[in-house]
């Protein structure tokens, strides 16, 4: 089992930055890497970024590339989502996943609030 906490959501103006932080403990050596996902009121879950634990490869939605960035800490198993250049329509709750073959593991959601 791997558990996953959340934590540095918030409410922001449009415009500006959060970073969110991922800790992850448990069995963490059998997951490949992490995700972030994001669902708003309304709408479905979806994909945000994804980092490797091994590479550090990442990858991104097309609505965050550029303004969104990805990393990791591998020996505090922590990963991060800095969100610069918010915008209202990113307002959702933000999950982070671990990944071993499929998103086996999910963290509780952290709210990100931007207002216009």
């Known amino acids: 089992q791997v ?3 959340e934590s540095g959501g918030g ?14 403990s448990g069995r963490t ?3 490949t890497g992490m995700g972030w996902f994001r669902q708003a009121p309304g709408k479905e879950r979806e994909f945000v970024a994804v980092i490797t634990w091994r590479g550090g490869n990442t990858r991104y939605a097309d609505s ?8 990791r800490d591998n020996a505090k198993n922590t990963v991060y989502l800095q969100m610069n250049t918010l915008k209202p329509e990113d307002t959702a709750v933000y999950y982070c996943a671990a990944k071993r073959i499929s998103y086996d593991y999910w963290g509780q959601g952290t709210q990100v609030t931007v207002s216009s």
């Open 3 to 5: 558990q996953l906490v």
């Open 11 to 24: 409410l922001v103006q449009a415009g500006g930055s959060l970073r969110l932080s991922c800790a992850a």
């Open 29 to 31: 050596s059998s997951t």
């Open 64 to 71: 965050v590339k550029g303004r969104f960035t990805i990393s």
